[in-house]
């Protein structure tokens, strides 16, 4: 019986680069002696980002390959702003997966906004 791990992404403070890999799944590797180590996939149901600074400051996020923040790809927060000491939340379910399965993205400050995330690990 196939079980998924609960799971807590970050802290992690968001530079200004919008192409930057913020969560993704491990793939497939050598495993121990025998096997080979299968790839998993990611169950996202919660982003938070916190803006910890004094300025409002926006994020964006993308779903897609590694440091791509390709046109149509956009998840969450588009240019949305943080104000001062706040935080914005998330709840659904993105599920990360293979070469196209990365959370991207950045802020309009560096180290202004921090993200936290959580969900479930799986094997594919």
Not at 1 to 17: C, E, R
Not at 19 to 37: E, F, K
């Amino acid at each position: 019986m196939a079980q998924n791990k609960q799971q807590s992404f970050g802290p992690v403070a968001l530079s200004a680069t919008l192409t930057t890999n913020l969560i993704a799944p491990a793939a497939a590797g050598a495993g121990g002696v025998g096997y080979t180590a299968t790839a998993t996939y990611i169950l996202l149901r919660h982003i938070r980002v916190s803006n910890k600074s004094a300025s409002a400051a926006s994020f964006s996020l993308w779903r897609g390959a590694t440091g791509a923040n390709a046109a149509g790809t956009e998840v969450v927060g588009t240019g949305t702003f943080v104000q001062p000491n706040q935080a914005i939340d998330w709840y659904g379910q993105m599920r990360l997966e293979g070469a196209n399965g990365f959370l991207v993205g950045g802020a309009s400050v560096a180290g202004a906004l921090t993200l936290d995330a959580e969900g479930e690990v799986g094997l594919v």
